[in-house]
């Protein structure tokens, strides 16, 4: 009886730590920014001339006035929704 609470206590401790195994991390290295050659700009172009500004155009006609819509008869009730529950 003494050593099978031994070897029950030993097989325990064995089969918990083989559970716990930390995961491997690994850091991917820094890429180097390597200078690459470029080209040198050529010299500027000669400045054209601005050409000259457009004739201003003519002011539209004013449109027609709407018709007058027709008074309302009768009272007006305004249906207010009941007051929802606070959210919890």
């Known amino acids: 009886m003494k ?16 559970c716990d195994r930390p995961a491997v991390v690994t850091v991917p290295a820094t890429p180097v920014a390597v200078p690459v050659p470029v080209p040198v700009p050529g010299p500027a172009g000669a400045t054209g001339a601005t050409g000259s500004t457009g004739a201003t155009g003519s002011q539209g006609t004013e449109g027609d006035t709407g018709a007058t819509g027709k008074s309302g008869t009768g009272t007006t009730v305004i249906v207010t929704p009941p007051a929802s529950a606070p959210a919890n």
């Open 3 to 18: 050593y099978t609470m031994l070897i029950a206590a030993l097989l325990a401790t064995l089969s918990l730590g083989a």
